[in-house]
């Protein structure tokens, strides 16, 4: 079993940053990737960026690329999502995941994180 506890987040005005970061701990060996995503009211979760052990597979929605940057730290085992020139349909529950290989569907969350863009 896998443990993800996030950190970050909050409420900024459009144009600004914010830091997402996400430990795991537990089984942390059988974890192959880890990513982010986000839900909005009303909407449906979706990928914002992930990236694989090794760091040679890593995606990004197109409505984030330019703007974030996701990066894992295998020997702490966190990973962190530094968002810059955010926007106010940035706003979004975030959820740090991660899973094991050959799989694909996500199948550890975090707790989620709130964060508010204001216009």
């Known amino acids: 079993q896998v443990h993800l506890v996030q950190s970050g987040g909050g409420l900024v005005q459009a144009g600004g940053s914010l830091r997402l970061s996400c430990a795991a701990s537990g089984r942390t060996v059988s974890i192959y990737a880890m990513g982010w995503f986000r839900q909005a009211p009303g909407k449906d979760r979706e990928l914002v960026s992930s990236t694989n052990w090794s760091g040679d597979n890593t995606v990004y929605a197109d409505s984030v690329k330019g703007r974030f940057t996701i990066s894992r730290d295998n020997a702490e085992n966190t990973v962190t999502l530094q968002m810059n020139s955010l926007k106010p349909e940035d706003t979004a529950v975030y959820y740090c995941?991660?899973?094991?290989?050959?799989?694909?569907?996500?199948?550890?969350w975090g707790q989620g994180t709130q964060v508010i863009v204001s216009s």
């Open positions: 995941a991660a899973k094991r290989r050959g799989l694909i569907q996500f199948e550890y």
